[in-house]
């Protein structure tokens, strides 16, 4: 058993919310597990009860936490979170007990980089953790990661027009519904591997087909340039830098027709992709768009939104980053729930 998270009193969860100080309450992300909502904050790990705030979990004795990733993982029926303050950041939860599970070192040493762009993929039939280099599929029989072969792919470093060399052009796995597929630029930033290329080549994106790797990315997708992969089920979107959306499957590579700024997207229960989108409100595309409900009035440009559903109930999440002169949060982040139509917000008091 880990020494964090620990289960905090209703009266020390109180004097946390009360007394937030200058930085005021941070959420960083959230999610549905057997029937109750998770809230990864700066105080704790939040839990919620039929729409209320019921109690709280803690890794860090004093005031403040840091519980930067809430996922379900619904294929192996556990929740994973990860706390960036403590040795050991990465913890499951088996709906009855937490368990802290290592961080897996690939035949390069993790990074710090490596370690702050850890993304996880849940997916119908797995569960996958990557960071910039590498790839994981976690074996809940044997309770530990194992490693997911790439293609072996490299691409010229390129700055100016200089070529600056080769590296692995790795970005993103894809979990699709019977085999993964795997996301590489055609050249690398010289800055930033996660970043835009500086040359105008499509990633390309290769799926293993008798025994070889082959690359679906149709010809005439000069713009797909992946920045975000949102999955569910065997159903993975993709975002690209200049906000185009791409269905992906085994099939192949198809353009999703959209005009706006997409604030936050994800796939829901049902496989239809959710998407936010900046001053319009939140969408959901089947066969076309069709537009679910406005953001809550309150909302405003400092606001980051993040999106969830879970069996038909949506979470927007509130980030804001206006301060004071004095560094102090002007407004503390918030929790929108659409359910049965009702637009509704949850009150982050102490139980």
Not at 110 to 117: F, M, S
Not at 178 to 187: D, L, Q
Not at 233 to 247: E, I, K, M, P, Q
């Amino acid at each position: 058993m880990p020494s964090c998270p620990v289960r905090i009193s209703g009266e020390k969860l109180a004097d946390l919310l009360d007394d937030r100080g200058r930085s005021g309450l941070s959420l960083y992300d959230a999610a549905f597990f057997e029937g109750k909502l998770y809230v990864g904050s700066s105080v704790g790990l939040l839990v919620f009860e039929e729409y209320h705030l019921k109690g709280a979990f803690k890794c860090v004795s004093g005031p403040s936490d840091h519980f930067s990733d809430v996922i379900a993982d619904p294929a192996n029926g556990q929740l994973w979170v990860r706390n960036i303050f403590i040795d050991k950041p990465l913890i499951r939860f088996d709906g009855g007990s937490w368990h802290s599970i290592e961080i897996p070192i690939g035949p390069q040493p993790l990074t710090r980089l490596d370690i702050e762009k850890l993304k996880f993929f849940p997916a119908a039939k797995g569960f996958w953790m990557q960071t910039s280099s590498a790839v994981w599929r976690w074996d809940n029989t044997a309770l530990h990661w194992i490693a997911v072969p790439l293609p072996n792919v490299d691409c010229p470093v390129e700055r100016d027009g200089d070529n600056l060399g080769a590296a692995s052009c790795f970005v993103s796995i894809v979990p699709l519904k019977e085999v993964s597929a795997f996301v590489f630029r055609s050249s690398l930033s010289a800055h930033d591997q996660r970043s835009k290329p500086e040359a105008s080549n499509p990633d390309r994106i290769f799926v293993q087909q008798n025994g070889e790797w082959k690359n679906i990315t149709p010809a005439e997708f000069q713009d797909l340039y992946v920045k975000d992969i949102v999955s569910a089920g065997g159903v993975t979107f993709a975002r690209t830098f200049d906000d185009s959306l791409f269905r992906i499957s085994t099939d192949g590579v198809e353009r999703i027709p959209l005009h706006g700024k997409i604030d936050a997207l994800t796939v829901t229960s049902e496989g239809t992709l959710l998407a936010g989108l900046s001053d319009e409100g939140i969408f959901e595309f089947r066969d076309g768009w069709i537009k679910r409900f406005d953001y809550p009035t309150t909302i405003d440009g400092n606001d980051v939104v993040r999106i969830n559903e879970y069996e038909g109930k949506t979470l927007l999440l509130l980030r804001n980053f206006a301060f004071d002169e004095k560094g102090e949060k002007l407004e503390d982040d918030r929790i929108w729930l659409n359910a049965n139509g009702q637009l509704s917000e949850l009150k982050l008091h102490s139980p």
